[in-house]
């Protein structure tokens, strides 16, 4: 078996971890935490969740992007300047937007989608309102990805 089948094999399972999660977390976590009643329940349900979720979810997005960066590097960087490369580059678009989310830009970002213009606090509804929206959105950047690479793959 050639590095580049284990760096494949390890590209998929760290995205399939990773955006499995992404998907638990939107389609059965927030309705969970949308059905509690309690705002602190809430509030540390989601804590939970999410603490444990982001160390994995940190660990995938670096293994998926090293194998990429491996896949890309024994492919030759040559063929990213194709027309035909366009799912690549919708790959690559979306690791950077998580790896900088995650690493870098969330606590910036929730701070504005959990604040009114005023600069009160939202209710904790629409606190999870907001980021089951904003959930909804990644994951479908996502799923687009993934329909992306598997066409170009495949095409």
């Known amino acids: 078996m050639s590095y580049y089948v284990i760096a494949l094999i390890i590209h998929v399972l760290s995205i399939v971890i990773w955006i499995g999660g ?12 949308q059905r509690t009643q309690n705002s602190l329940e809430q509030v540390m349900m989601f804590q939970g969740v999410e603490h444990r979720f982001s160390k ?23 063929f990213l300047k194709t027309s035909s ?3 690549v580059w919708l790959m690559i678009v979306v690791w950077a937007f998580y790896a900088s989310l995650i690493f870098f830009l969330e606590k910036m970002i929730f701070k504005r989608l959990f604040t ?29 990805a993934i329909v992306a690479g598997v066409w170009g793959g495949h095409h």
């Open 22 to 33: 992404v998907a638990f977390v939107t389609m059965i976590v927030f309705p969970m935490i």
């Open 85 to 87: 490369s366009l799912h």
């Open 56 to 78: 994995v979810a940190k660990w995938m997005i670096l293994l998926s992007g090293l194998t990429g960066i491996f896949m890309l590097h024994e492919r030759g960087f040559s």
């Open 116 to 144: 009114k213009p005023s600069g009160e606090q939202l209710e904790t509804k629409q606190i999870f309102f907001r980021l089951q929206v904003f959930h909804w959105v990644v994951l479908i950047l996502s799923f687009s």
